[in-house]
């Protein structure tokens, strides 16, 4: 069983950058696909990013490319996503998974998730 905590939310105005983190235990974090949904209030719940186990590969919905970008650092059993010129559109709750598999962008395929974490952009 894995547990994932997401921390990083928070509340800024348009522009403005966040970093969110996800620190992982239970389970050998190397082993682990990382991805990044949100879900703003009703609405589906939507893929952000993905990080390979590794972190040498990287997937961002097309839309996304630019803005966002995730990594993570192994040794720290943490994942992160580094969002830049946010805007209203941005504001949801951000959740962190993992799964055993390849990365993937449905929700479905992933294993673990955490509880998230709110980020509000509003002037």
């Known amino acids: 069983q894995m547990h994932l905590i997401e921390s990083g939310g928070g509340l800024v105005q348009p522009g403005d950058s966040l970093r969110l983190s996800c620190a992982a235990s239970?389970?050998?974090?190397?082993?682990?696909?990382m991805g990044w949904f949100r879900q703003a209030p009703a609405k589906e719940r939507e893929f952000v990013a993905a990080?390979?186990?590794?972190?040498?590969?990287?997937y961002y919905p097309n839309i996304r490319k630019g803005r966002f970008a995730i990594s993570r650092d192994n040794a720290k059993n943490t994942v992160y996503l580094q969002m830049n010129d946010l805007i209203p559109e941005d504001t949801a709750i951000y959740y962190c998974?993992?799964?055993?598999?390849?990365?993937?962008?449905?929700?479905?395929?992933?294993?673990?998730w955490g509880q998230g974490t709110q980020v509000t952009v509003s002037s």
């Open positions: 998974a993992a799964a055993i598999n390849p990365p993937v962008t449905w929700s479905e395929g992933y294993d673990y």
């Open positions: 239970g389970e050998t974090f190397s082993d682990y696909s």
């Open positions: 990080i390979s186990s590794s972190g040498g590969s990287t």
